[in-house]
């Protein structure tokens, strides 16, 4: 969420930025209801400061036993206006906040100007794909063939979009996350594994809520959401806190199955694991001091990306434009793989920083040297979607008879060097 203060104040450059992310968004009645809402509370207060007057009086004219009968009545009417002006002020308040929701946070300087994902910049490629001698199957019928996943099964017992995982299926699929979670805390992350259901408050804390509503699974008759991500729970951890700034970089990893309506995108992707409603994911999120925010997210990103460099999968990143850009971001970097069966390079991490976005939302706050609290930057990437990793193995590792060769990075954990 973004300062009101600052939007009121610096009215011109917020509506620019906003422009540059295509957003219609008007701020007329924001900027409307906050000189409304100081207004009001200028009169509040100057009718409290009269009452507490009047009251002074009244206490001195009963000490000397004089009438005060005009006074008290006079302070009776006072009570009335102010209570009717303190729910005028509620209501403003909440409406003001409800709109403040609805703002996406404001781009940074360094993100290039593009309409949508077309004008996104590449910024480095690791790896070139590699030319197959025979023509090369997609990784939903490597799958199939090799018995590792079903989609029919997973339409069976739920529907669409959802995926059953069968023996070397399920223990590359927890391989590469045992690999992800092992190469993230040997670099410093503290691991945490949180529920998979939030409820509202901690959704509108990381920006879900209100706009993300339709693609998110509520639990009927509950404050409950099914998590779109572990950036929901674990950036939750410190809401409401006060943290040390000697703390900074806070660094976290969670593995969380994720769920996803995915409203709007019926016929994209609907086969295979690129486009599930329910998927498995490694997260990584950091707390930061807003000094150094931006050189954590250089590091974010490598850090995710060393999991495709062990994995010795060909990739590219990409720095959205601002016409790309999530509502929650100032700046995102995707990490893409490349998929044979597309021919193209897919998105298999996204690594933001939210500047104090988030923290705003949630109220996180550090305490610095002098005292002062002030609001942490908070950021956070895949490192990496699962389900999408295991098929980018499925496609790039496959063998011309039909098997895939497990990556050298994974043998340790699947047992076996050859999937067959």
Not at 35 to 44: C, F, L, N
Not at 239 to 259: G, H, M, P, Q, V
Not at 386 to 397: D, F, H, K, Q, S
Request: glycine share 6%.
């Amino acid at each position: 969420m973004l300062d009101l203060k600052f939007v009121c104040e610096n009215i011109d450059v917020v509506e620019a930025k906003l422009k540059q992310r295509n957003s219609k968004i008007d701020l007329t009645e924001v900027t409307t209801l906050a000189a409304q809402r100081r207004a009001t509370i200028q009169e509040v207060e100057s009718r409290k400061a009269r009452k507490n007057a009047a009251s002074s009086q009244i206490a001195v004219l009963k000490r000397a036993k004089q009438n005060a009968d005009s006074i008290i009545a006079e302070m009776k009417e006072e009570s009335d206006k102010i209570k009717v002006l303190d729910e005028q002020l509620a209501a403003i308040e909440a409406r003001l906040a409800e709109l403040m929701y609805t703002i996406p946070n404001l781009i940074d300087d360094s993100v290039p100007y593009g309409a949508d994902s077309n004008e996104n910049v590449e910024v480095r490629r690791f790896s070139a794909p590699r030319e197959f001698g025979f023509d090369p199957l997609p990784h939903w019928e490597l799958g199939e063939n090799l018995n590792l996943i079903s989609a029919a099964e997973g339409a069976k017992i739920t529907g669409a979009r959802f995926t059953v995982y069968h023996g070397l299926g399920a223990r590359l699929e927890r391989s590469v996350m045992n690999l992800m979670l092992d190469t993230h805390t040997a670099n410093g992350y503290q691991e945490v594994f949180t529920p998979f259901m939030v409820h509202r408050d901690s959704m509108y804390g990381t920006g879900q809520l209100p706009k993300f509503e339709e693609d998110m699974f509520a639990v009927k008759d509950t404050n409950y959401y099914l998590i779109p991500t572990a950036e929901v729970p674990v950036t939750n951890l410190h809401r409401n806190e006060i943290l040390k700034e000697n703390d900074l970089t806070i660094k976290y990893c969670a593995y969380s199955a994720c769920f996803r309506a995915e409203a709007g995108s019926a016929g994209r992707d609907t086969r295979g694991l690129i486009r599930q409603h329910q998927f498995n994911k490694v997260e990584l999120v950091k707390f930061s001091h807003p000094d150094k925010s931006w050189e954590e997210l250089e590091a974010l990103t490598r850090d995710a990306e060393r999991i495709l460099q062990l994995l010795k999968l060909p990739y590219r990143v990409v720095c959205l434009c601002s016409g790309d850009v999530g509502f929650s971001s100032a700046k995102t970097y995707d990490i893409e793989v490349y998929m044979p069966s597309y021919g193209k390079y897919l998105e298999i991490s996204s690594c933001s920083n939210f500047v104090d976005f988030q923290a705003r939302r949630a109220n996180i706050k550090y305490r610095d040297e002098n005292g002062k609290t002030k609001l942490v930057h908070t950021l956070n990437g895949s490192g990496l979607a699962i389900g999408r990793t295991v098929a980018a193995i499925l496609e790039n590792y496959q063998n011309a008879d039909g098997s895939v060769t497990v990556p050298e990075v994974l043998k340790g954990y699947m047992g076996v060097d050859i999937i067959k």
